[in-house]
C-alpha cells in the first residue's frame, strides 16, 4: 500500500464518503501562478470564490496579492466579511438583500461594493447606505454583447452614474463587464 493509498484510507475512516480533499501545495501554485500572470499584465485581481467558498482560500488568494475578492450572493458576502476580509464586490444585482435589511447590516461592518444596472437597485442601495450610516460603492455593470445582464449604451451608464454621483449615501466604484468574446 502507498503513502498515498494510507492516506485515502485514513480520510475515509475518520471522515467517511464523500470527503472533498485538497492539496494546498497544488492550490497555492496555482494561486501563485494566476496571481504571476495579473501581476506580469499589470491587472489587479480580484478572484470570484463563487467556485471554492471558503475564507480559508481566500485569505491565500488574498495574501498572494488578490486586492479583494468577488462574491455572487450577499450570503458569500457575509461569510467572507465575518472572517475579516474587507475588501468584497458583489457581482449582481441584490434586490432582495436590500430590501431586507441584511445589505445594510454587512455594510455597517464592511464597506461594500454592489454592481448595479438600473435605478430601482441603486435606489436600494442607497437606502442600506443610510440606514448602514455609510455609503454603498456602486459599480455599474455593462453588457459588452454576452447579453449577461448590464446596460449597453454608454447614455445608460452615464445616466446611472449620474444617480450615484447625486446620492449622498452611495459612492461610484467604477464599471464591470465581461470582455466579449
Same mark, same amino acid.
Given at each position: ?7 485515502? /484510507?485514513? @480520510?475515509? +475512516? ?5 470527503? *472533498?480533499? =485538497? ?6 501554485? %496555482? &494561486? ?39 462574491? /455572487?450572493? @450577499?450570503? +458569500? ?5 465575518? *472572517?475579516? =476580509? ?6 449582481? %444585482? &441584490? ?87
Amino acid at each position: 500500500m502507498t503513502a498515498n493509498d494510507r492516506l485515502k /484510507q485514513e @480520510l475515509i +475512516e475518520q471522515f467517511g464518503t464523500p470527503c *472533498a480533499v =485538497i492539496d494546498l501545495d497544488i492550490v497555492d501554485r %496555482n &494561486i501563485a501562478h494566476l496571481q504571476s500572470l495579473c501581476d506580469a499584465a499589470g491587472l489587479a485581481n480580484r478572484p470570484h470564490i463563487k467556485t471554492h467558498k471558503s475564507p480559508f482560500l481566500a485569505q491565500r488568494q488574498l495574501a498572494a496579492g488578490a486586492i479583494g475578492i468577488t462574491c /455572487q450572493k @450577499l450570503g +458569500e458576502a457575509e461569510v467572507m466579511a465575518e *472572517a475579516g =476580509i474587507g475588501d468584497i464586490l458583489i457581482a449582481t %444585482n &441584490i434586490i432582495g438583500a436590500a430590501r431586507s435589511g441584511r445589505l445594510a447590516a454587512v455594510q455597517r461592518r464592511t464597506p461594500l461594493k454592489i454592481c448595479a444596472d438600473n435605478p430601482f437597485s441603486i435606489n436600494l442601495y442607497a437606502e442600506a447606505g443610510r440606514a448602514a450610516g455609510r455609503p454603498v460603492s456602486v459599480v455599474i455593470e455593462c453588457d459588452t454583447g454576452q447579453k449577461r445582464s448590464g446596460v449597453v449604451k454608454p447614455a445608460e451608464v452615464m445616466e446611472l452614474a449620474k444617480i450615484v454621483r447625486d446620492n449622498p449615501w452611495l459612492e461610484f466604484g467604477g464599471l464591470m463587464f465581461y470582455p466579449p468574446v
